[in-house]
C-alpha cells in the first residue's frame, strides 16, 4: 500500500474504498509485529489474494494477523498462524460469486450454557441471582459495578413500548454506534432504532417474551450494525436479557453483551473452510 503522509483520512478512507472495491486490491499493512489484511470477498483481483496467500505461506516468524474482510458489511478475525490466515483466504475464494444474507442470526442458548459464556456475561448473571431480580443501583447492591456495561429498556406508560433508560457508555452496541447515536435514543422505543432498519427487530422482539414470563435468557447473535462512521460491521457476541423489579415497579430489562467471534453461529468463510 502507497504510503500516506500526505492524505488526511478522509481521502485515505476513500483510496481504501476504490482500491477494495473497484480495483480488486488486497491491501496489506505490515509492522514488525503485526500483518494486517483488507480485502473485499466480492471484488478481490484472484491474482492480488494469491500472491498475498503466497506471501503468508513464506513466514517464518509469528506475529499477529489480522484480516479485515468485506461481505455485506466488515469483518475482523485475528489468527494465530500465516497458515491459518491463508487457508481463510483460500476458503473465501468460493464465495466470490456469492451474495452474503444481510439478516440478524440469533440462537437461544440453555441458562447453562452461561458457565461457558463470557466472563463478563457469567458475572452479570451472577448479579442477577444475588439481586433476587431487584434493580437498585445502591453502592452495596451487586448491579453497580455492572452498570456501565448494560443498557437498561423500561415499559413507557404513553406507548406501552420499551424504551432506552439507560446506555453504559461500555456497554458493547455503544462501542460500535457510538456516544451521539446513544445520546440520540435516550427515551425513545426500542426495536428498529437498535440498528435503523427493520432488521432491528429481530434483534428486539424477544423483550416482551422476556418480561412476560420473568425468565432471563442467553443468545449467541451474530448481526450487521452501522458503525458510528456509517460503516457496516458484522457483530458476533453473546446477549443477556434479564428481567427486573424496580421501585417504579414498571416493566424492566437489563440487557449485557460481550463482543466474542466464540459463538455458535458459523461466519460464511468458516462453512467455506469445511466444505
Given at each position: ?10 481521502a485515505r478512507q476513500e483510496f481504501d474504498k476504490v482500491s477494495m472495491f473497484y480495483l480488486g486490491m488486497v491491501n496489506v499493512c505490515i509492522s514488525d509485529v503485526r500483518i494486517t489484511i483488507r480485502w473485499s470477498v466480492n471484488n478481490f483481483d484472484p491474482k492480488s489474494l494469491d500472491s498475498v496467500i503466497t ?221
Open positions: 500500500m502507497p504510503g500516506f503522509a500526505g492524505f488526511d483520512r478522509e506471501y503468508l505461506l513464506s513466514q517464518k516468524h509469528p506475529r499477529q494477523i489480522l484480516i479485515d474482510y468485506h461481505f455485506g458489511g466488515w469483518e475482523r478475525r485475528a489468527v494465530e498462524t500465516p497458515r491459518e490466515a491463508a487457508a481463510l483466504l483460500d476458503a473465501a475464494k468460493q464465495l466470490r460469486p456469492t451474495s452474503p444474507i444481510i439478516k440478524p442470526f440469533v440462537k437461544q442458548m440453555s441458562l447453562a450454557d452461561i458457565d461457558c459464556a463470557r466472563p463478563m456475561v457469567q458475572r452479570g448473571f451472577r448479579a442477577w441471582l444475588a439481586s433476587e431480580a431487584e434493580f437498585c443501583l445502591a453502592p452495596e447492591r451487586p448491579w453497580r459495578s455492572h452498570l456501565k456495561r448494560t443498557l437498561v429498556f423500561e415499559q413507557d406508560e404513553v406507548s406501552d413500548g420499551l424504551v432506552y433508560r439507560h446506555l453504559g457508555r461500555d456497554a458493547a452496541l455503544i462501542r460500535v454506534k457510538g456516544r451521539r447515536w446513544a445520546e440520540s435514543v435516550l427515551g425513545k422505543t426500542c426495536g428498529r432504532a437498535l440498528i435503523e432498519t427493520p432488521a432491528g427487530d429481530v434483534l428486539s422482539n424477544v423483550y416482551r417474551k422476556v418480561l412476560e414470563q420473568f425468565q432471563p435468557r442467553f443468545d449467541h447473535i451474530r448481526a450487521c450494525i452501522p458503525r458510528a462512521d456509517g460503516e457496516i460491521e458484522w457483530i458476533s457476541y453473546q446477549r443477556l436479557l434479564m428481567p427486573v423489579q424496580t421501585r417504579r415497579r414498571r416493566p424492566t430489562l437489563v440487557c449485557l453483551s460481550a463482543t466474542t467471534p466464540d459463538v455458535s453461529i458459523p461466519i460464511p468463510v468458516q462453512t467455506a473452510l469445511s466444505a
